[in-house]
């Protein structure tokens, strides 16, 4: 079945450092790609996504880019800031009977220290 | 405007009772979810809905569980009798038409002494 490796965490960095959260899955077909990020005690939220190879997905700083070939989907920011801290999920469709069934990686915490 | 609402946030009870869970998605969104998140299997999709209609439960774990929704802003999740091994984060999100986004509640933290 589909399903969706992320690197394990945790991840800590210094304000300012460069990002990078890897991302690989598995799949039949042609899903959709996302990121979400949660907070704190709070649920989830889309960061990005990207619904076909070679579409980048962007958002606050954060991008992706979906690689068929590799079938990849990295998670890279130029400069974190510490309100980036977080949990970060990648994730793909499984669009079965006719809605997006997300499939879900274990998620990666991310603390960005001053 | 008003996200997904969950209720209630946190929930202790004692193994045996009956637990429910609810859940009001955001307005004109025609797809709901329930999900679990736990430490070792992360975030698991249990349940969905399409205007009201369960269409893929094959995530509810066992019998113990169900859910329904009876109108177009309101479901429930339902675990009868709880047991130790259903703690966790249980969150609803809704989505509006097949390609849209899904919006996730700020969850339900349940604890099962």
């Known amino acids: 079945g589909n399903s969706v490796t992320q690197m394990e965490g945790p991840v800590t960095l210094s304000e300012e450092a460069f990002l990078t959260i890897n991302c690989t899955y598995t799949a039949t077909g042609y899903p959709s790609l996302f990121w979400y990020v949660q907070y704190p005690g709070e649920g989830l939220q889309l960061l990005l996504k990207?619904?076909?190879?070679?579409d980048k997905g962007s958002n606050k700083g954060f991008e992706a880019t979906y690689r068929k070939e590799t079938t990849s989907f990295h998670l890279e920011k130029g400069s974190v800031q510490v309100s980036d801290s977080a949990v970060y999920f990648c994730a793909l469709s499984d669009q079965v009977q006719g809605a997006q069934k997300l499939v879900f990686g274990q998620g990666t915490r991310l603390t960005i220290n001053p | 405007d008003a996200g997904v609402i969950q209720s209630p946030r946190h929930e202790v009870t004692e193994m045996g009772q009956e637990v429910t869970l609810r859940c009001k998605p955001i307005?004109?969104?025609?797809?709901l979810f329930w999900y679990r998140q736990t430490m070792m299997r992360g975030l698991e999709l249990l349940i969905y809905f399409n205007n009201n209609v369960p269409i893929d439960d094959s995530g509810m774990p066992e019998d113990r569980f169900s859910a329904k929704m009876p109108n177009a802003s309101f479901s429930t999740l339902k675990i009868q009798p709880s047991e130790p091994r259903d703690s966790a984060v249980y969150f609803c999100?809704?989505?509006?038409?097949?390609?849209?986004?899904?919006?996730f509640g700020d969850g339900t933290r349940l604890s099962i002494l």
């Open positions: 307005s004109g969104h025609d797809y």
């Open positions: 990207a619904t076909k190879a070679d």
């Open positions: 999100a809704s989505a509006e038409g097949i390609d849209g986004p899904q919006h």
